[in-house]
């Protein structure tokens, strides 16, 4: 066996690998530290296709201006996502504050 036969054999076997491996989507969805009932349910709905579809899900509570002293608002808020999701998804990172945003990942159940 030849070294070019032997690399043609490799990049056959690695493509085959690759076209069988899954790619995760990312499906990112925007609170604010006050969203209302209404728009927190529409979101929430959107989440739930997302997971449904089997994309991960990354909410964030952003936090513009002077409205940072609204942390707990936005912990609270995310929680409360998660815990409404959790039939869907599990939490993959808790809520954690990075510069002006509160950040959480949930991912899909496995069916």
Known sequence: MDYKKFLYEQKKRDKALKS?????????????????????????????KFLKEGAKLKAYVFFKGRSIIYKDQGEILLLRLAQEL??????????????????????????
């Open 20 to 48: 069988k491996a899954t790619k995760v989507t990312i499906k990112e969805i925007r609170f604010g530290p006050n969203t209302d009932d209404h728009d927190y349910e529409f979101k929430k709905k959107h989440a739930e």
């Open 86 to 111: 959790e039939e869907l998804g599990k939490v993959e990172q808790m809520p954690k504050l990075e510069g002006k945003r509160m950040i959480m990942f949930i991912a899909p159940k496995k069916k």
